[in-house]
Nanobody, 122 residues
Framework: QLVESGGGLVQAGGSLRLSCTAS????????MAWFRQAPGKEREFVAG????????YYADSVKGRFTISRDNAKNTVYLQMNNLKPEDTAVYYC?????????????????WGQGTQVTVSS
């Protein structure tokens, strides 16, 4: 089970930190990623990190503003979001891939959280 937290309402230029806590079996050895989905749009990749943290990918739209990290001892993955923009408004989901591939598409991911809403006002 994956449980996200940390979403909320923030003004443009502000920051939020999302957390995703997993049961130990899900997180162990898995790549983790954050996706987001805005109303009327497809779910899109935001950032991903391999089990050991050696491989990290970001969507071009968030590079330089978002940082993904993980604390395997706490079974938690984080997404630090700075300089937020109204176009970042979406439901944010964390996902786990047992193959540790850090895919940038949703299909390979085995487990998903329920999502947390992020709303950025202009």
């Amino acid at each position: 089970q994956l449980v996200e937290s940390g979403g909320g309402l923030v003004q443009a230029g502000g920051s939020l930190r999302l957390s995703c806590t997993a049961s130990g079996r899900i997180l162990s050895g898995n790549a983790m990623a954050w996706f987001r989905q805005a109303p009327g749009k497809e779910r899109e990749f935001v950032a991903g990190i391999s089990w050991a943290g050696r491989t990290i990918y970001y969507a071009d739209s968030v590079k330089g503003r978002f940082t993904i990290s993980r604390d395997n001892a706490k079974n938690t993955v984080y997404l630090q979001m700075n300089n937020l923009k109204p176009e970042d408004t979406a439901v944010y989901y964390c996902a786990a891939d047992s193959s540790n591939r850090v895919a940038t598409i949703p299909q390979p991911y085995d487990y998903w959280g329920q999502g947390t809403q992020v709303t950025v006002s202009s």
